[in-house]
Structure formats: C-alpha cells, structure tokens
C-alpha cells in the first residue's frame, strides 16, 4: 500500500520537517525511543520530543517475543503490527517521518519493518533527535499528539527477507553490518557465541554514517560498498544480531541505490543460538 504522493526518498532533514510542521502539513511524526530499562523510553520522550511527535516503542511495537528459534528481536507479528498501527494513527493521506534519540538504529528498524509492511511513504529524519535539536528547530515535553484516524492495514513480505536455510544455500554475497570487534568474535555481551557467519564480509552500519549520524551522501556510500566488491543489492543478504544494525545497512543501501538486498532478519542471534552451526571468527 502507498501512503500519500511525491519523491520517495530514504531521508528528509531536519529543516525540511521543521518546515512542514510549521506549515501544518499532513504527516505523522513517530519517535521510535529506547531505554534499557522498561518504560524509560516513554519517560524520555515525554520529557522532550519533536513537536506533533507520537511514541513507539522499539521493544514492543518493532519485534515479536524473543527465542533461540526465532532470534533475539524477531519481526514483529501481524496482531501486533494492525494494533501499532492503529495506536499510531497510520492513514493514507500521511507520511510517515521516523527518528530516534541515538545513532539512528530504531528508526532504521521502524523504517524497513514498516517497508515491508506494505507502506512505501516512509522517511527517516537524517540524523534523528540530536541532529533535530542540534539545529535549536525546538522541542515539546508532555505525551505528544493523539493519533489520526487509522486506514491501513498492514500487507507483510513487501521487501525481501531471507530465512536461516536461505543463507546456508545461499552463494551471493553475505554481508554482516555489526561492528568490527563483534563480526572478528572480540567482543560479544549480547549473543550466545561471539565470530560471524562463515563466508560473510564486514560493512558496519556505522560506517555508511557521518559523524554527526547523518547518512553520508549516496556516492560515498556506493564507494564503500564498492571496495567490498559490492555493485548493487542483488544477490546479496545483509544481517546483524537482530535487525537493527542491518536495518540501518539496508537503509544506507537504498539511500545510495544499491537496491534488490534480502534481510537475513533473526540474523547472528538465531545462528549462534545452534550449536550445530558454524562460526568464524
């Protein structure tokens, strides 16, 4: 399903949402914040957010309940997403702008679970909150907006997603988008097993960002992947520990027109899980 009309791009700045909220503009603005202890994601965003902002947690409303079968922060299931998307007011005359308060991981997450969701309409704010607030464009406190009038449903499987038998046959290209000490198996505090997927290549989703965590421009980032060998999103299956990491690659990939890549979403935190599984570290 295809929310509104006009250019569909992987970014909009900070400016550009500044302006269109101050014009009234029809779009809804979700802040996909994250805390490590329950609930203070909310406390967070009630305490400052983008104005017309409405709350969604990355914990509950973008994965599904966790299990060595499923990974670590699996898709989120149908039920879960038509109760989201009502909670969040989802309609099709509104696009959808997406950001966090950190490096951008949970709005890249948002951003490719809605994609495959059917909703093609949907950006995500370049650089995210610290961007926002870093260009003074202004903040609110309080609960944010109440929701618009919900019209879509979500449509599953609108983007390409890659199973654990899909990428033991798989032939292509494998990329890992998690930090280099993780893919080498120095350091690991999240999964079972530390190494990566033998056969797999290291493009960190760290590493399609500037500094300030604004995306760097499209022909940087095909110089990039090109350096890996990488020419386009074809035959190529991009995974992390759980879909965050890989979320962001993702989103970097279709932002520098390397289109066409699978998701291996449960990704190194279902692989590691089995102990009959390879690793290489």
């Known amino acids: 399903m295809r929310i509104g009309s006009g250019d569909m791009t992987v970014l909009i700045s900070p400016f550009t949402l500044a302006e269109s909220i101050h014009a009234a503009k029809k779009q809804t603005v979700l802040a996909a914040f994250w805390a490590p202890i329950e609930g203070a994601g909310h406390t967070v965003f009630c305490s400052q957010h983008i104005p017309t902002s409405i709350f969604c947690d990355p914990a509950t409303e973008l994965a599904g309940l966790p299990s060595s079968a499923d990974g670590r922060n699996p898709l989120p299931p149908l039920n879960l997403l038509e109760r989201s998307f009502r909670r969040w007011g989802l309609n099709t005359d509104?696009?959808?702008?997406l950001y966090d308060q950190g490096r951008g991981l949970f709005a890249?997450?948002?951003?490719w679970i809605l994609r495959w969701a059917g909703i093609t309409n949907v950006r995500i704010l370049n650089g995210g909150f610290w961007h926002w607030e870093d260009q003074n464009?202004?903040?609110?406190?309080?609960?944010?907006?109440?929701?618009?009038?919900?019209?879509?449903?979500?449509?599953?499987?609108?983007?390409?997603?890659?199973?654990?038998?899909d990428v033991k046959a798989h032939t292509g290209i494998l990329i890992d988008a998690r930090d280099e000490l993780r893919f080498?198996?120095?350091?690991?505090?999240?999964?079972?097993?530390?190494?990566?997927?033998?056969g797999a290549i290291n493009i960190p989703a760290r590493s399609v960002l500037k500094e300030d965590y604004t995306y760097?421009?499209?022909?940087?980032?095909?110089?990039?992947f090109a350096e890996q060998g990488v020419a386009s999103g074809e035959?190529?299956?991009?995974?992390?520990?759980s879909g965050n990491h890989s979320s962001q690659l993702l989103a970097g990939m279709e932002h520098a027109?390397?289109?066409?890549a699978s998701h291996y979403f449960a990704g190194w935190s279902q692989w590691s899980a089995n102990p009959k599984n390879p690793i290489e570290t």
């Open 108 to 111: 890249a997450r948002a951003w």
């Open 216 to 224: 760097k421009s499209p022909e940087d980032i095909r110089a990039l």
């Open 184 to 198: 080498s198996g120095k350091r690991e505090a999240l999964d079972l097993k530390a190494g990566h997927i033998p």
């Open 137 to 165: 464009l202004g903040h609110a406190g309080g609960p944010g907006n109440f929701p618009y009038f919900c019209n879509v449903r979500p449509n599953p499987g609108q983007l390409p997603v890659s199973t654990i038998d």
């Open 257 to 260: 027109g390397l289109l066409g």
């Open 235 to 241: 035959n190529v299956i991009v995974y992390s520990g």
């Open 94 to 97: 509104r696009e959808i702008i």
